[in-house]
């Protein structure tokens, strides 16, 4: 039977850090024992360079100038990969070796398959969304979340975990650059759709995933988080072929609510939700120009200065 470490040396567990070192130091004595680590350090500014080249000897940090966005930095990290699968993993998800090689196997049993997710569980126990239909597709509310038995087919999972057959992930262009962060999972599950590539739910690994953890909370990490929320999302309606009448609409949708409850929120001290608005009417009002880009989105950063 083939050993732990064997099957582990097959898989490249990558993630891509922004200001991270706190919860990476806290799943430190895991990450420690996978051979092939690489963290990208997407402009961070916590040493966390320094901190893995004592923590984390075995691995690979590579430092980026800038933050040039959650999606891309994982295409670039994907580029230089040398093994045949890549564990694509927040720094807010924990997930044990054996999971990560159960991945894999699943990977290895379904050769028409681009990726490969767990279950995921909040620290609680508790299950968390993790496969789900398209939005644009949805039926009428259901009901409690569950999940099968066993290894199913998914229209859409999250991109908090996953395992990734690395030579069809770069075939077919890896995460679409314009998105900066959200959303670019769910486009990726639709492009593996339309080219008959399997996504498939592995209930038997789990991982367990405290969102919105990943980078040290901070009023510039909320505006960033809603900005590109509400952008995103924006972007990949239009992708998919939504009329521009339809997607003003919702765009106003949000754009109105958000500008009349600024002042409220401002008046009675609700900052948290007051820059969470703010980011979305900002969203709204840069998508004209936003949505116009073929290539990328301009980097969050270009519209926040410290």
């Not at 054996?98 to 620290?123: F, G, K, N, T, W």
């Not at 199913?152 to 395992?163: I, K, N, W």
């Not at 009329?243 to 919702?250: E, F, N, T």
């Amino acid at each position: 039977m083939e050993s732990l470490a064997a099957a582990l040396g097959r898989v490249t567990v990558q993630i891509v850090a922004y200001n991270s070192r706190e919860a990476l130091q806290r799943q430190q004595a895991l990450l420690a024992q996978l051979p092939r680590l690489t963290v990208i350090d997407n402009g961070g500014r916590d040493d966390l360079a320094a901190w893995m080249a004592e923590a984390l000897p075995q691995a690979r940090c590579l430092s980026l100038p800038a933050n040039i966005g959650f999606g891309r930095a994982h295409n670039l990290g994907v580029t230089d990969c040398e093994t045949p699968f890549a564990l694509l993993l927040n720094p807010d998800c924990v997930i044990q070796p054996e999971a990560i090689v159960q991945l894999l196997h699943c990977l290895e049993a379904h050769p028409d398959a681009l990726m490969s997710v767990p279950a995921l569980r909040y620290p609680d126990g508790r299950l968390q969304e993790n496969h789900r239909g398209f939005f644009h597709t949805r039926g009428s509310a259901r009901g409690s979340y569950d999940v099968p038995a066993g290894e199913t087919c998914c229209e859409m999972v999250s991109g908090a975990v996953l395992m990734v057959r690395v030579e069809t992930f770069r075939r077919i262009g890896g995460f679409d650059p314009w998105f900066f962060l959200y959303w670019e999972d769910e486009e990726l599950c639709i492009r593996a759709r339309q080219q008959r590539l399997a996504v498939i739910l592995a209930p038997q690994a789990t991982a367990c995933h405290v969102a919105q953890t990943s980078s040290a909370p901070s009023t510039r990490t909320t505006f960033l988080r809603h900005y590109c929320y509400t952008g995103s999302k924006l972007y990949l309606r239009r992708k998919l072929g939504e009329g521009l009448p339809l997607v003003c609409a919702r765009a106003l949708g949000t754009l109105l609510p958000s500008l009349l409850s600024l002042p409220w929120l401002l008046l009675s001290g609700q900052r948290v939700k007051a820059v969470r608005n703010a980011a979305r009417a900002v969203a709204v009002l840069t998508a004209p120009w936003q949505l116009r880009r073929a290539r990328s989105a301009a980097l969050p950063s270009q519209l926040w200065r410290d």
